[in-house]
């Protein structure tokens, strides 16, 4: 499975972006999907996930109730929207997709469990 996260870029403290990650090569159906990034100087870190089937999300706390995961089955795309922008949230989001077997709950924020990893994009948040 190829991926391409896009969407990516420069916005205000309080603004939103919308990313956006393709899948190709794959039974995109068939993976779950998440969200991580990674600032500058910082390990990489988890910020949502969604199971192939959809559902409501599992998040990290610092973007609850801000962030939104979704997918469209049908592109083969699974998407972040981001509100409420910080610039703590200045990071290269990258997706990457977990296949079966699944992983459990537990592992969902271990980026060593993941089985394929798209190229990120960069979103910068100004104060």
């Known amino acids: 499975v190829q991926l391409q996260a896009s969407g990516g870029g420069l916005v205000q403290t309080g603004g939103s972006l919308r990313l956006a990650c393709a899948a190709s090569?794959?039974?995109?159906?068939?993976?779950?999907m998440a969200w991580f990034r990674q600032a500058p100087g910082k390990e990489r870190e988890f910020v949502a996930r969604?199971?192939?089937?959809?559902?409501?999300?599992y998040y990290a706390n610092f973007v609850k109730g801000r962030f939104t995961i979704s997918r469209d089955n049908a592109k083969n795309t699974v998407y972040l929207q981001m509100n409420s922008l910080k610039p703590e949230d200045t990071a290269v989001y990258s997706c990457?997709?977990?296949?079966?077997?699944?992983?459990?709950?537990?592992?969902?924020?271990?980026?060593?469990?993941?089985?394929?990893w798209g190229r990120g994009t960069q979103v910068t948040v100004s104060s």
């Open positions: 990457a997709a977990d296949g079966p077997p699944y992983q459990i709950r537990s592992y969902y924020e271990d980026d060593r469990q993941y089985d394929y």
């Open positions: 090569g794959g039974t995109f159906r068939s993976y779950d």
């Open positions: 969604l199971k192939w089937s959809g559902g409501s999300g």
